[in-house]
């Protein structure tokens, strides 16, 4: 039986195809994504991504080649014809992009390869708070905000390039009329510890230019989970009834492909004074980074080149 398929482990159900199950199922554990299974991904005390070793699918990374037993993430990736390791960029999820199926969604309906490394990381400064801004997709997405002192674990996605495009326009970078910032966080402010005992020396976040969602205090408001998230929101807003229906359920499906809708949504939470700042705004550049994981060398004292 084979128990690493998405289905098997119960990350299969996209939030772009259901967004009431926003922000979908996470992994329990760091592995690789590829083709529709979720691979486990051992970390190596002392040693870069590219040493972990990870399980071989049936029928292994190579056409033709048997699966036997863990190999090198950077062997797999080069036996797969995937970018290697040191080439890609790491990005920290808080949202969908931590969920396998949305990451699968994303790259197979644009042709891309969806074979990326997801770590589990202990991330400190970091709260997953609400976007200002109504998705088109039916739900309100997660968003960063500075939370210092504050450590939880999150995934960081090993994205390469083409990968990296597809993210960089799921989340609205080049949408001037709003969307997300790209930041690379530096490892002073927020600590990044993996599995192995490397200290990123840098991860990239997607940083909402509305800001996010604030409580009753003004402090940034945590996302709870979609359907519980809507039915808060709704039964605060007359105006938010009025448009996008009295249930979660309605809200989906009135915003899911109604652009014009989703902007007078998100217009609202500003007019309604439901914004405040994340407070990561300050780390967003001219021009997003493009430093790749070869090019961010580790915080502590994991050799470079292991």
């Not at 949202?95 to 396998?100: D, E, I």
């Not at 550049?285 to 090019?295: I, L, R």
Request: glycine share 12%; hydrophobic share 35%; net charge negative.
């Amino acid at each position: 039986m084979d128990d690493r398929t998405l289905e098997a482990l119960g990350l299969s159900e996209a939030p772009r195809e259901h967004p009431l199950s926003y922000p979908g199922a996470w992994p329990t554990e760091s592995g690789l994504l590829h083709q529709n299974r979720f691979l486990r991904l051992k970390a190596r005390e002392n040693r870069r991504l590219a040493k972990w070793m990870v399980e071989q699918p049936p029928g292994g990374f190579r056409p033709g080649k048997s699966g036997d037993g863990p190999v090198p993430l950077n062997y797999a990736l080069r036996s797969a014809s995937q970018t290697l390791v040191g080439d890609r960029y790491p990005v920290i999820s808080v949202g969908s992009n931590a969920c396998p199926a949305q990451l699968r969604h994303k790259m197979n309906g644009l042709g891309v390869s969806s074979t990326i490394p997801m770590v589990k990381a202990r991330v400190t400064g970091i709260g997953l708070g609400v976007s200002g801004h109504v998705s088109s997709l039916g739900y309100v997405s997660a968003s960063p905000f500075h939370a210092p002192g504050l450590s939880r674990d999150l995934f960081i996605t090993w994205l390469d390039a083409a990968q990296l495009e597809i993210v960089d326009a799921s989340e609205g970078i080049s949408d001037p009329d709003g969307g997300y910032d790209r930041v690379l966080l530096p490892p002073e402010d927020f600590p990044m510890a993996l599995e192995s005992g490397e200290l990123l020396g840098g991860a990239y976040l997607y940083v909402h230019r509305y800001g996010v969602l604030r409580d009753g205090s003004g402090n940034p408001r945590t996302h709870p989970g979609e359907r519980r998230l809507l039915t808060e929101l709704l039964s605060e807003s007359p105006q938010l009834r009025e448009w996008f229906g009295d249930t979660p359920e309605e809200f989906a499906s009135r915003a899911r492909g109604n652009e014009q809708l989703c902007k007078k949504g998100t217009r609202l939470f500003a007019d309604e004074g439901r914004l405040t700042d994340s407070g990561l705004h300050q780390y967003v550049t001219a021009e997003p980074a493009t430093k790749v994981y070869d090019d961010i060398h580790p915080a502590n004292s994991v050799p470079t080149g292991a």
